[in-house]
């Protein structure tokens, strides 16, 4: 299984990103994907997900109304558009994948990995 996360870069506050997480090695209809964030000093924390079937989405209550999750099945790509970005937003961001519809909270659980992407909002 092959994760590949890109779209960071820098964004002043209230602008917006799209990240992309593309996927290789896997039936893709068969993972869930989550997206996951960094930032120095800080615990890794799930941002949002979305389920193997594509109809469940979760989303960290910091992020619910500025981001929104999306796939393109054909493409086996995973999109994270983040809108009205914020200071606090700033992190690396990681795509994950777990085999199956539910998305666990635990990052954990998710075994593979993408190389993370770098996303900074400035003030």
């Known amino acids: 299984v092959q994760l590949q996360a890109s779209g960071g870069g820098l964004v002043q506050a209230g602008g917006s990103l799209r990240l992309s997480c593309a996927a290789s090695?896997?039936?893709?209809?068969?993972?869930?994907i989550g997206w996951f964030r960094q930032a120095p000093g800080k615990e890794r924390e799930q941002v949002s997900c979305?389920?193997?079937?594509?109809?469940?989405?979760y989303y960290a209550d910091s992020v619910r109304g500025r981001f929104t999750i999306s796939s393109d099945n054909a493409k086996k790509t995973v999109y994270l558009q983040m809108n009205s970005l914020k200071p606090e937003d700033t992190a690396v961001y990681y795509c994950?994948?777990?085999?199956?519809?539910?998305?666990?909270?635990?990052?954990?659980?998710?075994?593979?990995w993408g190389q993370g992407t770098q996303v900074t909002v400035s003030s």
């Open positions: 994950a994948s777990v085999w199956g519809d539910f998305c666990y909270s635990d990052y954990l659980r998710f075994g593979s």
């Open positions: 090695g896997i039936t893709f209809d068969d993972y869930a």
């Open positions: 979305l389920g193997s079937a594509g109809e469940s989405a």
